[in-house]
C-alpha cells in the first residue's frame, strides 16, 4: 500500500539554525510529492512540489527539497530557521491514482 | 481573487443528526477534493471529483457519507446520522486540471469546517 511517512511528530529549532523536516514514501509508481505548510487558523498553503524535472526542488520562502529515489525520501530543509516558519508541515503524495496521501505532519517549533 | 470557501466555519450538531457542510471552489477550477482532519493527523482524502462526478470515493469511511457536485462547483458533503467520532475538521481543496496519474497539480485549500458531534 502507498503511504507517507513523516519521521518526527516535533521539530525544535533556534531562530537562524537550519531546518530538516524527514519525510519518507512508499509507492509503487514514481510519485508526485509535495510539502504543504499550515499556520494556526490558517489554511494549507503550498511550500514546494517534485515533478521529476529535477530532484532538488526550491520552494517558497527558502525552503527546499531533495527528492532520492535509491532513499525513497522527500525531505525539506532551510538554511536558516525564522520565527515566521512556526507551523505544522505536511508531506504529500499522489502515487498513481487520485488519491492523496498526506503524513501525519511535524510541528516545527522556532525558538528566539 | 477568492480562495475556496467552505460554510459553516463552525458546525456543532448532536449525535444522530444529519449535516451539510459546503465548499465553494476557485472559479473555474474543475478537480474538487474532500479531506476529514482529525486532531493531531495529517488530511485523510474523502473523495475526489473531476468536473460533477467523483472520480475517486474511495475515502469515505461509509455509506452515511456522501458528496454531491451537481453544476461541477459547488460542493456539498453530507453526512447522515451523525456520530462522536465524525468529529473533525473536513477541508476542501481545488485544482485547475484535473488530478490522476503524474499529475503535479497544486491543490488550493480552504479554510475548513470544524464538526463537532456532541
Known amino acids: 500500500a502507498q503511504s507517507v511517512t513523516q519521521l518526527d511528530s516535533h521539530v525544535s529549532v533556534s531562530e537562524g539554525t537550519p531546518v530538516l523536516l524527514r519525510c519518507n514514501y512508499s509507492?509503487?509508481?514514481?510519485?508526485?510529492l509535495f510539502w504543504y505548510v499550515q499556520h494556526p487558523n490558517k489554511g494549507l498553503q503550498l511550500l514546494l512540489k517534485?515533478?521529476?524535472?529535477?530532484?532538488l526542488v526550491k520552494g517558497i520562502n527558502g525552503f527546499e527539497a531533495e527528492f532520492k529515489k535509491s532513499e525513497t525520501s522527500f525531505h525539506l530543509t532551510k538554511p536558516s530557521a525564522h520565527m515566521s516558519d512556526a507551523a505544522e508541515y505536511f508531506c504529500?503524495?499522489?502515487?498513481?491514482?487520485?488519491?492523496?496521501?498526506f503524513g501525519a505532519g511535524t510541528r516545527l517549533f522556532v525558538k528566539a | 481573487g477568492a480562495g475556496v470557501s467552505q460554510t459553516p466555519s463552525n458546525k456543532v450538531t448532536e449525535k444522530g443528526k444529519y449535516v451539510e457542510l459546503r465548499c465553494d471552489p476557485i472559479?473555474?477550477?474543475?478537480?474538487l477534493y474532500w479531506y476529514r482532519q482529525s486532531l493531531g493527523q495529517g488530511p485523510e482524502f474523502l473523495i475526489y471529483?473531476?468536473?460533477?462526478?467523483?472520480?475517486?470515493d474511495s475515502g469515505l469511511p461509509n455509506d452515511r457519507f456522501f458528496a454531491v457536485r451537481p453544476e461541477g462547483s459547488v460542493s456539498t458533503l453530507k453526512i447522515q446520522r451523525t456520530e462522536r467520532g465524525d468529529s473533525a475538521v473536513y477541508l476542501c481543496?481545488?485544482?485547475?486540471?484535473?488530478?490522476?496519474?503524474?499529475?503535479?497539480?497544486?491543490?488550493?485549500f480552504g479554510p475548513g469546517t470544524r464538526l463537532t458531534v456532541l
Open positions: 504529500v503524495a499522489y502515487t498513481g491514482g487520485f488519491k492523496t496521501i
Open positions: 481543496a481545488s485544482s485547475p486540471r484535473a488530478g490522476g496519474p503524474g499529475a503535479h497539480n497544486e491543490q488550493f
Open positions: 509507492s509503487s509508481y514514481s510519485p508526485s
Open positions: 517534485y515533478t521529476s524535472a529535477a530532484t
Open positions: 472559479s473555474g477550477h474543475t478537480a
Open positions: 471529483f473531476q468536473g460533477t462526478g467523483a472520480a475517486d
